[in-house]
């Protein structure tokens, strides 16, 4: 079993699922959540802008490498839907957080 993930990018993108890419896929995605975890401990010890941006960017990627898996794994359209829903909330959350600034969440480049 193939995996391929875009090495100009965190973002996933892999051109076969086998168990063995999904199981790395998944653990990948519980990395991510871990920094962004520690990026909002940073963030309260050190409130910037810059940190901000930063949760923003690992967030961004985070919420794209779910979906490309969750389009992957084939979820049903009700989970995936509800799995948007709350990425927009937390999208929504942190522009309030950004003093109402629209932010590009994202940034991972899945060519």
Known sequence: RNTRAHAS??????????????????????EEQEEIEECFEDLLIFPT??????CVNLIGA??????ILM??????????????????????MMEK????KPMKIGGCKTS
């Open 71 to 92: 389009k992957q794994l084939e979820f049903g359209e009700g989970a995936y839907a509800s799995q948007i829903q709350d990425q927009e909330n937390i999208t929504q």
């Open 97 to 100: 957080a950004s003093n109402s």
């Open 62 to 67: 985070n919420f794209e490498n779910e979906q």
């Open 9 to 30: 990018s965190n973002c996933i993108a892999y051109s076969t699922m086998g168990p063995d890419s999904i199981a790395l896929a998944i653990e990948r995605i519980e």
């Open 49 to 54: 802008v810059e940190a901000l941006h930063q």
